[in-house]
């Protein structure tokens, strides 16, 4: 861990319910966060219940890159930040592959969480073929280029969130060594476009983290915390993943 603030955050993804916000924030309210920021993602109907427990940081799973109109079934920016969310999840990879979202696409929806104030955390990882065959340098160059080459200003108002495909819900996280490998990477790659604002931006490790790995992935140089799926939809354990993050 670094002089960089941690941030542990859930993405529920298409699962929770009333009581697991419920059950999470009360076990979160029992201890003083100040040293890390906790961030939880749960489906969009849930953010205002999140909202009004006042518990933690709010975070929505995706956003449309339109401002508003008639696009059927999206969530804007603003509707959004009226629901409670402050940050949002962008590039997850099953919005990328499940949904055909692509580089363009998501380059147009952080441009409109950005523009609105909303702080993307932005997903990007390599799949199993592309880290077989040595790519996983070149394939995140490639994702953050989309984002941040044409917009090196958004790199301070972003976390991103290195997240293998292949350690998505697998249990099968990266060791500390090949996370850390990739992170130094990508805060290089970042570096290309701001020095300043690349060792300052927090990101964060998802893929299979859990309440036994946590602390040592978190105790890399460049990994500032997690993004955690299946092992946040256990309260006790997502509390014990948000302790380890404080070092
Ligand atoms: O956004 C979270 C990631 O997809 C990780 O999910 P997981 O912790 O279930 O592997």
Redesign the pocket.
């Known amino acids: 861990m670094t002089h960089r603030k941690p941030l542990v955050a859930a993405?529920w993804k298409m699962n929770g319910s009333q009581a697991l916000l419920a059950e999470i924030t009360a076990l979160l309210a029992s201890t003083n966060w100040s040293k890390i920021d906790v961030l939880l993602c749960p489906p969009a109907t849930l953010l205002p219940g999140l909202a009004a427990t006042g518990q933690c940081l709010i975070g929505a799973q995706n956003i449309s890159q339109f401002s508003s109109g008639a696009y059927t079934g999206e969530l804007s920016a603003s509707l959004l930040m009226e629901a409670g969310a402050q940050y949002v999840l962008i590039g997850?990879s099953e919005r990328r592959t499940l949904f055909g979202e692509s580089d363009e696409l998501l380059a147009a929806k952080m441009q409109a969480a950005i523009g609105h104030g909303l702080t993307p955390v932005f997903c990007i990882g390599e799949n199993l073929q592309q880290r077989q065959q040595e790519k996983t340098e070149q394939v995140l160059a490639k994702q953050l280029a989309a984002v941040y080459a044409a917009h090196p200003e958004f790199i301070a108002k972003s976390v991103i969130a290195y997240?293998p495909v292949w350690?998505?819900?697998t249990g099968e996280a990266a060791s500390p060594e090949q996370a850390q490998q990739a992170h130094a990477s990508i805060r290089q790659q970042l570096a290309t476009y701001d020095a300043k604002a690349a060792a300052a931006v927090r990101i964060l490790y998802?893929?299979?983290?859990n309440g036994k790995n946590a602390a040592e992935l978190f105790a890399q140089q460049d990994i500032d915390g997690g993004?955690?799926?299946?092992?946040s939809l256990n309260a006790e354990e997502f509390f014990q993943i948000c302790q380890s993050a404080k070092g």
């Not at 998802?206 to 983290?209: L, N």
């Not at 993004?227 to 092992?231: K, P, R, S, W």
Request: charged content about 5%; aromatic content about 0%.
């Open positions: 993405n997850h997240e350690a998505i819900g998802g893929g299979s983290v993004l955690v799926g299946g092992a």
